[in-house]
């Protein structure tokens, strides 16, 4: 069974930063593509980037230049580091096994002053 835990939200002022966990049960994390997602209130579940088993990463454009995706496959975690925080950046965050039905429960990110 797979099982994926976001950790690391909270509320921040703009400008501020977090740094998001996933950490991801199951010996499929070194072999699997992984994906942080984020919903906005009153708003459809949206991409933001993505991890390659090999490190390959890719990021919707509004977060580019701001927020890090990376892993750390001896301690079966992805993370998103989040700098340059926006009002516009607040959200559950979710990350995923990517392709497939594997989802966390999210974690909440506010961002506002």
């Known amino acids: 069974q797979v099982q994926l835990v976001e950790s690391g939200g909270g509320l921040v002022q703009p400008g501020g930063s977090l740094r998001l966990s996933c950490a991801v049960s199951?010996?499929?994390?070194?072999?699997?593509?992984m994906g942080w997602y984020r919903q906005a209130p009153g708003k459809q579940r949206e991409f933001v980037a993505t991890?390659?088993?090999?490190?390959?990463?890719n990021y919707v454009d509004s977060v580019k230049g701001r927020f890090t995706i990376s892993r750390d496959n001896a301690k079966n975690t992805v993370y998103l580091q989040m700098n340059s925080l926006k009002v516009e950046d607040t959200a559950v965050y979710y990350c995923?096994?990517?392709?497939?039905?594997?989802w966390g429960k999210g974690t909440l990110v506010t961002v506002s002053s």
């Open positions: 199951g010996s499929i994390f070194s072999i699997a593509a």
């Open positions: 991890i390659s088993s090999g490190g390959t990463t």
């Open positions: 995923n096994v990517l392709g497939s039905a594997y």
